[in-house]
T-cell receptor, first 113, second 113 residues
């Protein structure tokens, strides 16, 4: 059974710093990995989808990497801003056909002005 | 484009009552999902559908039912509500295919008292 872990559960950094969020998964037979952002009381917003054949994917100040063989992904946020404060979730898609996502429990990020 | 729309946003139920959480998407997506999110527990899949007329159980289906009579709509029915069903419920959809993003609704916060 696939298990997805995100450590740490919470992270606080000063504004302007670069930071890395971690995601690990136990079964490397995945089709893709998706990073989401969740603001308090809100739904999930897709940030990046990285395919199993890709090593990284970029969108603005965000860069996601994937090392499938070691079961790890990172989300790099450059020049952090207070508006980046949110919970970040990663999810892996494993089974083609039903396309279910298995989620980590998230990292709650606080950017200190 | 409205995306994935869930109603209601909030609801309080008494133990033993029933209700239907509504979900509709306007992206012509084949795949639709219901997740629940409990504090610190990540998202758990309740039910999913790969197309109109086809539904299947996820990880935590007990106490819930679904139907998919159209591509757009995927309602979740709670029969005989229990305190353990207090949670935030998210509906999601994606087009289908190997590497397509999942899109989420804003969630329904349900409290059973």
């Amino acid at each position: 059974k696939q298990e997805v872990t995100q450590i740490p559960a919470a992270l606080s950094v000063p504004e302007g710093e670069n930071l890395v969020l971690n995601c690990s998964f136990t079964d490397s037979a995945i089709y893709n990995l998706q990073w989401f952002r969740q603001d308090p009381g809100k739904g999930l917003t897709s940030l990046l989808l990285i395919q199993s054949s890709q090593r990284e994917q970029t969108s603005g100040r965000l860069n996601a990497s994937l090392d499938k063989s070691s079961g790890r992904s990172t989300l790099y946020i450059a020049a952090s801003q207070p508006g980046d404060s949110a919970t970040y979730l990663c999810a892996v898609r494993q089974n083609f056909g039903n396309e279910k996502l298995t989620f980590g429990t998230g990292t709650r990020l606080t950017i200190i002005p | 484009n409205a995306g994935v729309t869930q109603t209601p946003k909030f609801r309080i139920l008494k133990i033993g009552q029933s209700m239907t959480l509504q979900c509709t998407q306007d992206m012509n997506h084949n795949y639709m999902y219901w997740y629940r999110q409990d504090p610190g527990m990540g998202l758990k899949l309740i039910y999913y559908s790969v197309g109109a007329g086809i539904t299947d159980k996820g990880e935590v289906p007990n106490g819930y039912n679904v139907s998919r009579s159209t591509t757009e709509d995927f309602p979740l029915r709670l029969e005989l509500a229990a305190p353990s069903q207090t949670s935030v419920y998210f509906c999601a959809s994606n087009l289908g295919g190997l590497n397509t993003e999942a899109f989420f609704g804003q969630g329904t916060r349900l409290t059973v008292v």
